[in-house]
């Protein structure tokens, strides 16, 4: 009999005399992905800078909770990516290229409209949210700066306008890249950079740790009557526990990146040991900054540490937040792709006999050489950058609208879909102990994300209560 890799990696469809050495079996350009490009896609979206914000989450829960929930969730993320990453094949051996077509080959219906709806939902969220906390970590470069030369004491303000527009201009260009397959030197960069941020705010907490004037740290975390009040307590600790279950989440891109694989050994294969990799150095990079932060700055951990708290030395804060923009810069292209290619690809199938739409012009540019233009492309993706960075500028507190946003794509995305996908393709029986099993994860899972809804929206309401149109 044969096994399930074999199956939903069939050789004898990726043989080059069948199609061509230059083209996999469904036809489109050979694939030359591998496990060092896809843990690097997988790190690239998962450690954002948010990793820095894992102390406060830590400071809500307190020591037990907080490193319970970590790891729960680290494995929860690992367990239903592996799911997810059988079902790229079908069981004929089709390709499933997109994270919409494994659902509707599994499961099919409305199904596959909610999929897309909840992804590129979250998709179109996170850039914005990207450009807004690109220009949060340019802003403290300049603090930085300003209260090196000037003192703590100065009034140092500046504008978080003119970084977002520089940040949307590099998208412009950056999103001329073709397609997701392209993307492997940006990944492994975005990846060096964010162990390189991830590293330095570590160190600083241990600095403060060594110097012993550290916060106040306890078992159950923030104190009810001295650091919040208890209905604070209780809204914070869903938003904290939301936080970090979304922080692992990547089942979203997870798809997108199994299909620049190539094909042999299996994609299944590889994609779960990069799926190995890239959640056992997020957990560890995690554990490390959220309970050092922790234990350096006690209940009273910031947000964002290397924004909110540290400004000396003012060198290493410049070259820290220096990493974190040029992660997102990566980050933002590693979720802008797969909107893009979803777009393109919907309007190539509408209009085929449109040169505007599909022809492909060679031109030179200087210190690029020869490039492959298409100007649908160049206008759709530079209106796109354009619409999300104006969104940006518009809605700043738009972060803790991506609270919202990330609870209503973690439970679909992460959860519910591999799950059901996986019961659907391996015939799991109804009501047995492993479907009952699987079900009672994904209520759990439904519940947290539910609670973690709440928390985000009580936050978002203050945000706006305090929100002042284009003040810096």
Known sequence: MKSFDTVHNPSAVESGDATGNNFDDDGREKRTGTLMTASAHIITAVVGSGVLSLAWAIAQLGWVAGIVVLVTFAIINYYTSTMLADCYRSDNGTRNCTYMDVVRAYLGGRKVQLCGLAQYGCFVGVTIGYTITASISLVAIGKANCFHDKGHGAKCSVSNYPFMAAFGIVQ?????????????????????????????????AMAVVASGKVGKTGVTGTVVGVD????????????????????????????????????????NKVMKKASLAGVSTTTFVYMLCGCIGYAAFGNKAPGDFLTDFFYEPYWLIDFANACIVLHLIAAYQVFAQPIFQFFENKCNKAWPESNFITKEHSMNIPFLGKCRINFFRLVWRTAYVILTTVVAMIFPFFNSILGLIGAAAFWPLTVYFPVEMHISQRKIKKYSMRWIGLKLLVLVCLIVTLLAAIGSIVGLIKSVKAYKHFHS
């Open 228 to 267: 919040v009040t208890a209905s604070d307590k209780i809204w914070k600790s869903f938003q904290a526990t939301g936080d970090i279950a979304f922080s692992y989440a990547y089942s979203s891109i997870l798809v997108e990146i199994q299909d620049t694989l190539r094909s042999s050994p299996p994609e």
């Open 172 to 204: 412009t260009m950056l999103s001329q890249i073709p397609s997701f397959h392209k993307l492997s030197f940006l990944s492994i960069i975005a990846t060096v950079m964010s162990f390189s941020y991830a590293s330095i705010g570590i160190g600083l």
